[in-house]
C-alpha cells in the first residue's frame, strides 16, 4: 500500500507540474507501467517483456480513452481544470495500483508463476 501512496504521490506532481501543457499525460503512462512491474517484483512475479508489452498497450488504450480524454479537456479549463486534472491523475493511478496489487498478490498467481519455473 505504502509503494502505491508514493507512485500516487509521484503521479501528483509529475500532473501538477505539466498540467498546463497539453499532451503531457503520456509520462504518466511511462509511470504507470513501471509501478506495475515494480508491484509484480514486489510480490515475486515474474513478468517478462511479453507481459509487460501487453500490460503497456492496455494501459496506453484503456487511458486514452478514458485518463487522456478527461485530462486533455480539463487542460483547457484554466486554474480550475489544472487542480482537477492533478485529481483524476492521482485517482486513476492509485485504483490501477490497488488492482495491480490485487492481482499479484493472489496466491493462485504466484504458484502459477513457481510452476512454471519448475518446467
Do not use: C, Q
Not at 8 to 18: H, N, P, W
Not at 29 to 53: N, P, Q, R, W
Not at 61 to 71: N, R
Request: aromatic fraction near 12%.
Amino acid at each position: 500500500m505504502k509503494l502505491i501512496l508514493v507512485y500516487t504521490l509521484i503521479a501528483g506532481v509529475i500532473s501538477a507540474v505539466t498540467a498546463p501543457i497539453p499532451g503531457t499525460s503520456l509520462l504518466l503512462t511511462g509511470l504507470e507501467i513501471y509501478m506495475i512491474v515494480h508491484l509484480a517484483k514486489e510480490h515475486d512475479y515474474k513478468l517478462g517483456f511479453k507481459e509487460i508489452g501487453y500490460s503497456a498497450i492496455t494501459l496506453y488504450g484503456l487511458s486514452t480513452i478514458l485518463k487522456d480524454a478527461a485530462l486533455e479537456i480539463l487542460t483547457f479549463v484554466p486554474v480550475i481544470g489544472w487542480g482537477a486534472e492533478v485529481i483524476v491523475a492521482m485517482l486513476f493511478v492509485f485504483f490501477l495500483g490497488m488492482l495491480a496489487n490485487l492481482y499479484f498478490g493472489k496466491p493462485s498467481r504466484r504458484r502459477r508463476d513457481f510452476k512454471h519455473d519448475a518446467d
